[in-house]
Nanobody, 118 residues
Framework: VQLVESGGGLVQPGGSLRLSCAAS????????MAWYRQAPGKERELVAY???????NVADSVKGRFTISGDNAKNAVYLQMNSLKPEDTAVYYC?????????????WGQGTQVTVSS
């Protein structure tokens, strides 16, 4: 399974970006799709996740500003980021937890840089 991300970039405070991540590969079923981020000198943290059933959860630090959505038919997950702040600057990684045969596996995207600066 390969994950390909897109949508990062440089944006001014208060601006918006939309991240996308699509999976391809052998037959699998998606359990959860998530976005993590890692700022310089900090640990990677969970930003938001969505289950195959459509349940979502977002971190308190981005609640009300970020929205996660998934498209199981396209094996894709999106992160709509509004009202961006400088502290949102980080490398953002998508993460898929999938089932193949009877085993669970997790995969990471390559990461996309998001920089919020004036």
């Amino acid at each position: 399974v390969q994950l390909v991300e897109s949508g990062g970039g440089l944006v001014q405070p208060g601006g918006s970006l939309r991240l996308s991540c699509a999976a391809s590969g052998n037959m699998f079923s998606i359990n959860t799709m998530a976005w993590y981020r890692q700022a310089p000198g900090k640990e990677r943290e969970l930003v938001a996740y969505v289950t195959s059933g459509g349940s979502t959860n977002v971190a308190d630090s981005v609640k009300g500003r970020f929205t996660i959505s998934g498209d199981n038919a396209k094996n894709a997950v999106y992160l709509q980021m509004n009202s961006l702040k400088p502290e949102d600057t980080a490398v953002y990684y998508c993460h898929f937890l999938v089932t193949m045969a009877t085993n669970e596996y997790y995969y990471w995207g390559q990461g996309t840089q998001v920089t919020v600066s004036s």
